[in-house]
């Protein structure tokens, strides 16, 4: 397959993924805002937009509107939903012999589709929207496309976007077992609440979430699930027979990032979780890059250099 081919569908799925994680993190985090009158708006609205890496000026007062925009709808701003709604629909066109025509076409109308503003009381049902057309590309790709590299490419993207959108999420959150309501809105924007309540049956605590979020094998938006599936990604795209170690970086990188939350005792990853999480974000980073590297390599445009006399 040819690098410019792979690389596109590798961030087809990237984006699809972050504009649905992004659209379920504004629904649960603005809907709160709205409900609790004891939260700080501004504090509340720096923390989600430190989250989704994106800064604003100290010296102004942010807004739920503020956020609205700058992550929904700002299509300059590379953390919005826009932004990646229309990114993905730029790398289809780039793809477009191998993208099936249903999957451009959805993509396609979407990125026409994205309004420019969205009414104070249309904001759940835009959120909701978001979800159906990302999970509406993801249906398609997943039921009518050949296992080959193309897929895997994609799943790898999904995969690694969605490791990194959960270790975001929790590397705000400073455990507490009083942080409870908080724990459940965490396990909303991830679209976990139900499967942990079918698994653990009790009111979200502050060590069953995280352990729900960071290990469960079974749920498919837990980091462990993520990164193991982008691991065997890697595996059937390039298969090894390396009698000593493992020569492949971004493999390397993410079975450190395994083996680290598999193997260390859940106690020990609450207790300093903003730092684990940092280190999550960092190893699928630099895994993406070594990705890049590997298998999109940029090519330096050839220039001209004289004979030396």
Not at 14 to 21: F, I, L, P, W
Request: contains cysteine.
């Amino acid at each position: 397959m040819l690098s410019r081919i792979a690389e596109s569908l590798f961030w087809i799925g990237r984006y699809v993924e972050r504009s649905d994680g992004t659209a379920r993190i504004l629904d649960v985090h603005l809907q709160l805002l709205l409900e609790d009158p004891w939260i700080e708006e501004d504090i509340a609205c720096r923390s989600l937009l430190s989250v989704m890496g994106t800064e604003v000026e100290p010296d102004r007062e942010v807004t739920r509107a503020d956020v609205l925009a700058i992550l929904a709808v700002d299509r300059h701003q590379p953390a919005s939903i826009a932004y990646s709604l229309s990114a993905a629909r730029e790398n289809a066109r780039r793809a477009r012999e191998v993208v099936s025509t249903e999957l451009w076409e959805v993509l396609n109308t979407t990125s026409a589709r994205m309004p420019r503003r969205v009414a104070s009381d249309k904001v759940s049902d835009f959120f909701s929207w978001v979800r159906e057309r990302a999970a509406l590309a993801v249906g398609i790709i997943e039921s009518s496309s050949s296992r080959d590299e193309a897929w895997l490419f994609f799943t790898l993207g999904r995969s690694m976007e969605r490791a990194d959108m959960t270790a975001r999420l929790l590397a705000t959150r400073s455990l507490t077992e009083a942080s409870g309501p908080s724990w459940t809105t965490i396990l909303r924007s991830v679209g976990a609440y139900e499967a942990y309540l079918r698994t653990y049956r009790g009111v979200p605590s502050a060590r069953n979430a995280a352990e729900f979020l960071l290990l469960d094998r079974l749920f498919p938006r837990s980091i462990l699930f993520a990164v193991t599936r982008a691991e065997q990604c890697l595996r059937d795209i390039e298969p090894r027979t390396d009698r000593v170690g493992v020569s492949d970086q971004a493999l390397r990188l993410l079975g450190q990032i395994r083996s680290g939350l598999e193997y260390r005792p859940i106690v020990d990853i609450i207790e300093d979780l903003p730092h684990h999480m940092d280190s999550v974000q960092d190893a699928t980073s630099a895994a993406s890059e070594a990705i890049r590297q590997r298998y999109f390599p940029t090519n330096v445009a050839p220039s001209w250099v004289g004979e030396n006399s």
